[in-house]
């Protein structure tokens, strides 16, 4: 323990843990100098000691390489930046490494105030050895917001047992094209959806006592042509009816208590130089009351990228009154310009004071005021525990869609001979996202291990399948080159029968296919791997087309060709296992797509959130009628669904609906579905989509079980913005429809909505709930 009794110490009331979190704040404020209180708003992106020594300075062309960590901590620190996440590090000796460096802050400002610190935590902790558990895309094609739920709370103890306060997940963007690299980190297609499963997440992580971070706030999805930081081109009808509504949910319903900005522009306006954003929307209608966090180099970019700054101090100047608090990853804009900018007049202080004011609360509210606080763990940690490679087992094979068996050829027979063919089916990293630790940072790594056990699908099938299994790779997944293709094709006439495993691999910047910064031209399988499952068709063996991915890609020209074809979107590290067991039979499949699967690579087919003229028949050529639609999935065996009934044929604009359905499994096995709730609004003052998610359910029977769901939606998630631009509840007919996906309707309702045309705010109702009733008991 470092030595810190050559720094004055300066008492005062904000020691008091008596007293309200915000008043400790503002008091410690008050005692600050201008330099003190910037540099709580400024973050230092760090590496743990591999030997539990001192951190370092994490350099990259983007950091100041001149600055040392004692320069930087001389007045305090806002955040530390990923010390587990930037390179491998022993979790215990990593945790001792980052007890030294809170030391070290404490001992340095006249406060002694430890750093907030903060790591990536998207598919689970990024760390080493901690488990990497499916991509969120996964977690919508699951529908299972308690499971999410569940994974997320051991995520958090996960990082709380090591000193970090903070989690930058989840990414609650809406996914617009399907081109755009980040697909994999989002949820899916349906702002209902995000925010019902992105709520489960933040109350997971949030239950730990670690801050969520909800990101990018928002429209960074919809970026054109689906290039990354490319400029958005949407109104603010969508951007009200689209983008916002996760951020909202997920705060109003997950208790999220941070915020990072977007790197998106919206007609012309960078979102972390928004103020109507980040503060008329955010604190002011919505009482966002936590932290606004600037993605990384965010607010330099202001500078640099948008050109809406000049100088540093002008781009700190922006962003700080937009709403930003706290600069990532490293002190720049937020350090010597935001004070010279003060000095100068550029910036009022109150500016500074306030943002100030918002860090020091949180970080009152985390403890790290308590004048008792103090860095070092209590016990050996471990980031990879059974039940946390069993909650990530069982969030894969919820996860995985069966989108076609046509010629009923999966389950494989136990005794038949398949050939694992393609590119995929040997690299274990195909189970990973680009944020799970052994892509995102130990493929810099070669020469440590990769620190957990991620079995590929061919070394699961081998361990689940009593029949001969052959291999042939076929070709790269980037790379040009057909050489393989003989060796494919002959290993698929040797078999029973071929399962091709094509898809993606995820990288940053132009490494991968999928991930930040590789987006894609068009939805064709990358490199030569169309032309391989191709091949491997005219084999005249039986196929299974299983694509590995963190986008959909167009499969329409496999379809009655191939056997079966499953989809899986990067199901972590037990993933493969889950795909041997899905592939076998031992699991029913039991996934629904959160996103659609195109039938062609270039039509660039929009979701399913379309209005009638976003619709085929409409006045083009062009198709945009998914392969597989949104909520699709099959099983081996399906339930049976019954009678729908509703509670009255009208619905108060201010009231409340029911809707049942019956459902029973007449089947010899369990079966898992998902139910879903969709609106169709037949006429609006402003066009709406054709039809929308407003509730769904996970019903999970065992063979001879019967249920009945309930759903109760309130009138609220029928609103929208209309004309006037203020939210409303419209009188007039809908359908409230109870499918198995958005194609496949079981039953429509005819109900219509009477009263008088209300005007709502953002207390309205965001979820609808879901009831179901098995045999004498119920499921909440």
Request: proline share 6%; charged share 20%; hydrophobic share 45%.
């Amino acid at each position: 323990m470092l030595d810190s009794s050559s720094t004055t110490r300066v008492d005062g009331a904000w020691h008091d843990v008596t007293l309200p979190a915000t008043d400790r704040a503002r008091a410690l404020v008050a005692q600050m100098t201008l330099e003190e209180k910037t540099s709580q708003l400024v973050g230092l992106w760090v590496g743990a000691d591999a030997s539990g020594g001192d951190v370092a300075p994490f350099q990259s062309e983007m950091v100041d390489a001149g600055l040392s960590f004692t320069d930087i901590i001389a007045n305090g620190l806002g955040q530390l930046v990923r010390p587990f996440g930037s390179d491998p590090v022993d979790p215990e000796l990593g945790a001792q490494s980052l007890a030294r460096a809170q030391r070290q802050i404490m001992a340095a400002g006249r406060f002694g105030i430890p750093a907030q610190v903060h790591e990536e935590c998207l598919a689970g902790f990024a760390a080493w050895r901690a488990t990497a558990y499916p991509v969120p895309l996964s977690w919508g094609a699951a529908f299972d917001p308690d499971l999410v739920e569940e994974m997320a709370t051991q995520i958090g103890e996960s990082m709380r047992s090591v000193g970090v306060h903070q989690g930058l997940a989840p990414v609650l963007d809406v996914v617009r094209d399907y081109r755009w690299g980040r697909v994999e980190e989002t949820i899916g297609e349906d702002p209902y959806v995000i925010g019902a499963i992105g709520s489960a997440y933040v109350r997971g992580v949030e239950s730990t006592g670690v801050v969520a971070t909800l990101k990018h706030f928002a429209g960074y999805s919809a970026s054109r042509a689906a290039r990354n930081h490319a400029p958005v081109s949407a109104g603010p009808r969508e951007m009200a009816d689209v983008f916002h509504p996760p951020f909202l949910t997920a705060l109003r319903e997950g208790g999220a208590r941070s915020v990072m900005n977007s790197y998106a522009e919206v007609d012309g306006v960078p979102a972390a130089a928004d103020a109507s954003l980040l503060t008329g929307l955010l604190r002011e209608k919505w009482g966002f009351g936590g932290i606004v966090v600037a993605d990384y180099f965010s607010i330099a970019f202001l500078r640099t990228m948008h050109r809406v700054a000049a100088t540093d101090g002008e781009a700190a100047a922006l962003a700080l009154a937009a709403g930003i608090d706290v600069e990532l990853p490293s002190v720049a804009a937020y350090g010597e310009p935001l004070v010279d900018a003060v000095r100068t007049g550029l910036v009022d202080e109150a500016l500074v004071d306030r943002a100030a004011i918002r860090v020091l609360t949180q970080k009152a509210q985390l403890g790290l005021l308590d004048p008792d606080w103090a860095p070092e763990i209590d016990e050996t940690p471990d980031f990879d525990t059974p039940a946390q490679q069993e909650t990530a087992l069982k969030l894969a094979q919820e996860s995985i869609v069966l989108l076609e068996n046509s010629a009923g050829i999966l389950p494989l027979s136990p005794a038949s001979r398949v050939a694992v063919i393609g590119p995929l089916a040997e690299d274990a990293f195909a189970m990973l996202g680009c944020y799970s630790f052994p892509l995102h940072v130990g493929v810099r790594h070669p020469d440590v291990e990769v620190g957990i056990e991620i079995p590929s699908v061919r070394e699961a099938l081998e361990a689940a399948h009593a029949g001969e299994i052959a291999h042939a790779r076929g070709c790269d997944v980037m790379e040009p080159g057909r050489e393989g293709f003989a060796d494919a094709v002959a290993a698929a006439r040797s078999a029973d029968i071929a399962i091709v495993v094509v898809g993606d691999r995820a990288g940053l910047f132009g490494r991968g296919t999928s991930g930040e910064g590789c987006d894609a031209a068009d939805l064709r399988l990358p490199g030569e791997q169309h032309a391989l499952v191709e091949a491997v068709l005219e084999s005249g063996t039986p196929v299974v087309v299983l694509v590995l991915s963190g986008r959909p890609y167009a499969l329409g020209e496999f379809t009655g060709r191939a056997g079966a074809m499953v989809q899986a979107f990067f199901p972590g590290q037990r993933g493969g296992q889950a795909i041997a067991e899905v592939l076998t039979g031992v699991v029913n499949p039991s996934g629904h797509l959160p996103v659609g699967i195109p039938r062609l690579p270039g039509s660039q087919p929009s979701t399913y959130l379309a209005p009638p003229l976003g619709l085929a028949d409409a006045p083009s050529d062009i198709d945009p009628t998914p392969l597989f639609a949104f909520g699709h999935g099959l099983s081996y065996g399906e339930l049976t669904w019954g009678a729908v009934a509703a509670s009255g044929a009208e619905w108060a604009v201010d009231g409340e609906t029911t809707v049942t359905v019956e459902l029973s499994n007449d089947s010899d096995r369990a079966i898992a579905d998902v139910v879903q709730l969709y609106l169709h609004d037949s006429v609006a003052q402003v066009t709406r989509p054709d039809m929308r998610l407003i509730g769904f359910r996970r019903v999970e029977l065992e063979p001879g079980e019967s249920c009945t769901v309930t759903f109760t939606a309130h009138a609220d998630l029928t609103s929208f913005t209309g004309l006037s631009g203020d939210r409303i509840v419209e009188p007039g007919a809908v359908e409230l429809r109870i499918g198995r996906s958005s194609a496949d309707v079981h039953h429509a309702v005819a109900l219509t909505i009477v009263g008088d045309t209300r005007r709502i705010d953002d207390t309205r109702a965001l979820l609808s709930s879901a009831e179901v009733l098995v045999g004498e008991g119920t499921r909440g």
